[in-house]
């Protein structure tokens, strides 16, 4: 029903070019130069160097860090609870509601 067409691609007859002679070239040597004596290379990065200062205040950052990610994680797990808690009361209430309803009737 449906066939793709293959696009044939023959060869161009008419631009042919003739491959290219390359003919070699004369090396002539050049005057000797002693090479430099190899440097040792810059360092890129600077060197970091703690103080006690410096330790003590990563340490207090770190622990910062900690107790406020602590502290977030512990309010979103009381505020599930809490709504779990709130969910299940309301849910009780409910079915309450329609047991004695049915009972009335």
């Keep these: 029903m449906l066939r ?24 002539v040597p050049s005057a000797q130069v002693p090479h430099p004596a190899p440097v040792a290379p810059a360092p890129t990065r600077p060197t970091v160097q703690l103080t006690p200062g410096t330790a003590l205040a990563l340490v207090g950052g770190g622990t910062a860090v900690v107790l406020v990610v602590g502290a977030v994680l512990v309010s979103m797990l009381l505020a599930v609870a809490i709504t779990g808690a709130s969910v299940a009361v309301c849910a009780l209430v409910i079915r309450s509601l329609v047991h004695a309803d049915a009972k009335r009737r």
């Design 4 to 27: 793709p067409k293959i696009p044939t691609n023959p060869t161009p007859a008419d631009h042919l070019t003739p491959p290219v002679v390359v003919e070699p070239t004369a090396v």
